[in-house]
C-alpha cells in the first residue's frame, strides 16, 4: 500500500483546515486507517483511526469535537478535517494504513505497516 498525504499549511488559531490522504496498491488488505502527528523530539501521537470497512472512528481526547476522520472508501482517500485548531496542532501529521500483518491496538503507530510521507501543519496566533 502506497500512501500520499496532502493538505498541511499555515493557519491561523481557531481556523480550519482539511487533509487527504490517497491511497493505492493492495488497499483490499486495509482493515483500518489512522492519522498520526508528530513534533520534533517527540514520539508520533495519534491523532484518529476510521475502521475502512465499517466507518467507525475513535479519536483522541486533544481533538474530540474539533477534529473529524473520513474517508472515501470509492476513491481510497483518507480525510481529516481539522476545525478551531490550536497552537499545539502544530505539527507534522502522518497518515497510515495497516495489512494483513496488523498487531497492537488502532490507536498505537506500532499496529500500522504502512505510511505516507507527512504533510506539515502550522498554527498561528
Known amino acids: 500500500v502506497q500512501l500520499q498525504a496532502s493538505g498541511g499549511g499555515l493557519v491561523q488559531a481557531g481556523g480550519s483546515l482539511r487533509l487527504s490522504c490517497a491511497a493505492s496498491g493492495r488497499t483490499s488488505s486495509m482493515y483500518a486507517m489512522g492519522w498520526f502527528r508528530q513534533t520534533p523530539g517527540n514520539e508520533r501521537e495519534f491523532v484518529a483511526f476510521i475502521r475502512w470497512s465499517a466507518g467507525t472512528t475513535f479519536a483522541a481526547d486533544s481533538v474530540q469535537g474539533r477534529f473529524t476522520i473520513s474517508r472515501d472508501k470509492a476513491k481510497n482517500i483518507l480525510f481529516l478535517q481539522m476545525n478551531n485548531v490550536k497552537r499545539e496542532d502544530t505539527a507534522i501529521y502522518y497518515c497510515?494504513?495497516?495489512?494483513?500483518?496488523?498487531?497492537?491496538?488502532?490507536?498505537?503507530?506500532?499496529?500500522?505497516?504502512?505510511w505516507g510521507q507527512g504533510t506539515e501543519v502550522t498554527v498561528s496566533s
Open positions: 497510515a494504513a495497516d495489512g494483513p500483518n496488523r498487531r497492537g491496538v488502532l490507536d498505537h503507530h506500532l499496529h500500522y505497516d504502512y
